[in-house]
Nanobody, 116 residues
């Protein structure tokens, strides 16, 4: 079965940047819609951005203009470029894979902390 592994999280100052990566294996990556979700302490998990197999992207209003989701189908990897980071972006970020008619997959999560 499929597996998603996130990397790139860490501690960054407000206004800084970070790039998250999610490497997929065990799935036909190009056929899946990929996404990034996040969950802050005491809050529900929320969608940050998604990218369809054809490249269409959708962003949460809170990150629009600051974050960019992209995918490299030759590397089976989806990325989240995070710029102008704010303390409210602090959360565990999860990679997600979806394909109609098949089970979905979640990564283990990577911690992003935005603090002075």
């Amino acid at each position: 079965q499929g597996q998603l592994v996130e990397s790139g999280g860490g501690l960054v100052q407000p206004g800084g940047s970070l790039r998250l990566s999610c490497a997929a294996s065990g799935i036909i990556f190009r056929l899946y819609r990929m996404g990034w979700y996040r969950q802050a302490p005491g809050e529900q998990r929320e969608v940050v951005a998604t990218i369809a197999s054809g490249g269409n992207t959708v962003y949460a209003d809170s990150v629009k203009g600051r974050f960019t989701i992209s995918r490299d189908n030759t590397k089976n990897t989806v990325y989240l470029q995070m710029n102008s980071l704010k303390p409210e972006d602090t959360a565990v970020y999860y990679c997600y894979a979806f394909r109609a008619g098949y089970r979905d997959y979640w990564g283990q999560g990577t911690q992003v902390t935005v603090s002075s």
